[in-house]
């Protein structure tokens, strides 16, 4: 294994306000400032701006949740990448869930926008991961496949190594009920020897995390696992001490890496 600090990326959906997310930013840059773990967070569009104002030249980096394959044009309540970028964004989210399901995006479609992120710059954090089920059925791992392949035919396996990729079981996201550590790790561990069947290198650097009802009950037991690069992290990035309690375990276990 390589020595990969953890990634703890804060997914705050549609929620906050300015004096919220003023208290959470001022709190995570506060509390994290000496760590060695790795940080984002991704607020709504319109925050971006703010995110910048108050993280800017500091640790904790941040993204956008959503964009456009497009740079411009005619493409009503989209975000370019290079908006995303012009705001600072060294992340962006593609095709998480919610937007998988409610806004019907296709395997294809992120892959294209995974193309489009790198293009301009970014990290794309690709989200993964089965319905219930999919996971009862036992489809986990032939699903994880279908989504991922489009992305690789896009960029090459080569570059797939600077994104970011999220398993996320879509029964476990925001239900509470997280994925043990051990269907975490077969998981990533069964991403991580498919993408180095095409190349062992991509799959030795690249950092695999695991989101789905991280708190800070369970991150240790999750992180922890050999293939679990860090966590992303929705309801608990609404709550800022538990949010902190995460980033706190994200750096003990990145530190106990270091150590090794
Ligand atoms: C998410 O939506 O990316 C997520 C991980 O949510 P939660 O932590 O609330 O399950």
Known sequence: MTNRPKLVVANRKMNGNLPDNARFLQSVLQETRHHRARYAVCPPHPYLQQAQQLLQHSHVAWGGQNMSRFERG????????LMLKEFG????IIGHSERRLRGHESDESCGERFEAALKAGLTPIL???ETLEEYELGETDLVV????????SHVGIQALAKGVIAYEPIWAIGTGKAASPQHAQAILSFIRGHIGLLDEQVAEQITLLYGGSVNPGNAAQLMSMPDVDGGLIGGASLIVEDFIQICQIANE??????AA
């Open 74 to 81: 005619a493409y009503t309540g989209s975000v370019s990448p």
């Open 89 to 92: 964004c060294t992340y962006v």
């Open 127 to 129: 989200c993964i991961g």
């Open 145 to 152: 496949v279908r989504q991922l392949n489009p992305v690789i």
């Open 253 to 258: 276990l990145s530190s106990l890496k270091s």
